[in-house]
Every structure is written in structure tokens, then in C-alpha cells.
């Protein structure tokens, strides 16, 4: 099973609007929608979680419902962090006793031009090396300073990518990552 895990528990405290930016609208449809759709066409999903800020789940549900988004099966509350709300994620996951072998595609919520062929990509790259992490070559040129004033080190762009999500792994991995990562803190 591939469950793609959409984090939209942000405030988007950047955007300076009382409504957070996931649930802007653009040509009448909020943001997340555009979000769940690129992943519910997507054949190779089978089920869709997301994490959503707390007093939200109910309007999730109802744009859900309203835009035939089926394959939403689940909406936790975000956390404080992004880690936090796949985190409450992953043990609802856990809770419904989902196969520890699935695949997770973590995405951000509010980036919906998410395009099949990248969904489909970080899957099969999954499938092949256990997980994958979609990036983009560095264009810009990029300088290392240790005083915020100047630099004489100039770092290859060639050697640079961008990580983006998605993100894909397995849930056993996944789960096991976070829970140790709440132990070390």
C-alpha cells in the first residue's frame, strides 16, 4: 500500500492572512484541494493522511466531500512542527494497523503543483532504494562565509541539489526514525 501523508498543519504566518494559506482559494478551490487532487489521480496512491491544523479537520472533510477527494482516508491534528504533524501521522497510521512495509510519500500540503511523473518517480526510486527524496539541481551561485561579511570559498553548483517533497519511505522506517528521535531529545 502507498499512502501519500500531506502536512498542512502551518499558519502561514508569512502570508499575513487570518486564513492560513492551505485554505486560500484560487479559481474558487482552497489550495490543500489542489494538493489532495494531484494525489488522488495519482494511480499508485491508495489512500491519502493529513495533518491539519486543529478546528480545521471538519472543513478538510467537507472540501473533501465536495471535490470527490475518496482516497482521504484520515485527518490528524498538525503539530507545533512539521515533524510533529507526521509524527501524529505516522502513529494514527500505526493505530489503524497499516502494513509496516507500505510506502509513505510525505508532501507539503500547500504546494500543489506537484506533477504525476514526480509522484510516480519518487515511488519507483523508492521501490528500488528503499527511499527517495525529490531535488532540484542549485542555480544560484553559492558562497560559504564565516562572518556574515565576506568569503573566499565558492562551493560548485554542479555539486548542489535542493531538497523538495516528496519525500518516500516505509513505514517501519519511518516510524522508527521518529520514535527514536523523541528518545534522543
Same mark, same amino acid.
Given at each position: 500500500? &502507498?499512502? =501519500?501523508?500531506?502536512? #498542512?498543519?502551518?499558519?502561514?504566518?508569512?502570508?499575513?492572512?487570518?486564513?492560513? /494559506?492551505?485554505?486560500?482559494?484560487?479559481?474558487?478551490?482552497?489550495?490543500?484541494?489542489?494538493?489532495?487532487? #494531484?494525489?488522488?489521480?495519482?494511480?499508485?496512491?491508495?489512500?491519502?493522511?493529513?495533518?491539519?491544523?486543529?478546528?480545521?479537520?471538519?472543513?478538510?472533510? =467537507?472540501? #473533501?466531500?465536495?471535490?470527490?477527494? *475518496?482516497?482521504?482516508?484520515?485527518?490528524?491534528?498538525?503539530?507545533?512542527?512539521?515533524?510533529?504533524?507526521?509524527? &501524529?501521522?505516522?502513529?494514527?497510521?500505526?493505530?489503524?494497523?497499516?502494513?509496516?512495509?507500505?510506502?509513505?510519500?510525505?508532501?507539503?500540503?500547500?504546494?500543489?503543483?506537484?506533477?504525476?511523473?514526480?509522484?510516480?518517480?519518487?515511488?519507483?526510486?523508492? &521501490?528500488?532504494?528503499?527511499? =527517495?527524496?525529490?531535488?532540484?539541481?542549485?542555480?544560484?551561485?553559492?558562497? /560559504?562565509? *564565516?562572518?556574515?561579511?565576506?568569503?573566499?570559498?565558492?562551493?560548485?553548483? &554542479?555539486?548542489?541539489?535542493?531538497?523538495?517533497?516528496?519525500?518516500?519511505?516505509?513505514?517501519? /522506517?519511518?516510524?522508527?526514525?521518529?520514535?527514536?528521535? /523523541?528518545?534522543?531529545?
Amino acid at each position: 500500500m &502507498n499512502i =501519500a501523508l500531506l502536512t #498542512a498543519g502551518g499558519i502561514g504566518s508569512r502570508m499575513q492572512q487570518e486564513i492560513p /494559506k492551505q485554505f486560500l482559494h484560487v479559481d474558487n478551490k482552497p489550495i490543500i484541494v489542489y494538493t489532495l487532487e #494531484a494525489f488522488q489521480n495519482n494511480p499508485n496512491i491508495d489512500a491519502i493522511i493529513v495533518a491539519v491544523l486543529e478546528r480545521w479537520e471538519d472543513i478538510l472533510w =467537507a472540501y #473533501a466531500k465536495q471535490f470527490n477527494i *475518496t482516497k482521504m482516508k484520515w485527518v490528524v491534528g498538525g503539530g507545533k512542527t512539521g515533524q510533529e504533524s507526521i509524527f &501524529n501521522c505516522l502513529k494514527k497510521l500505526e493505530e489503524e494497523k497499516i502494513d509496516l512495509n507500505s510506502g509513505i510519500v510525505i508532501h507539503d500540503g500547500n504546494r500543489p503543483l506537484i506533477k504525476q511523473d514526480i509522484i510516480t518517480d519518487s515511488l519507483a526510486t523508492y &521501490n528500488k532504494y528503499g527511499s =527517495a527524496v525529490a531535488a532540484i539541481p542549485c542555480v544560484e551561485a553559492i558562497f /560559504k562565509s *564565516t562572518n556574515s561579511q565576506s568569503s573566499d570559498v565558492s562551493i560548485p553548483r &554542479n555539486e548542489l541539489f535542493r531538497t523538495q517533497t516528496p519525500h518516500t519511505y516505509s513505514f517501519r /522506517k519511518l516510524l522508527w526514525a521518529h520514535e527514536e528521535a /523523541k528518545k534522543r531529545k
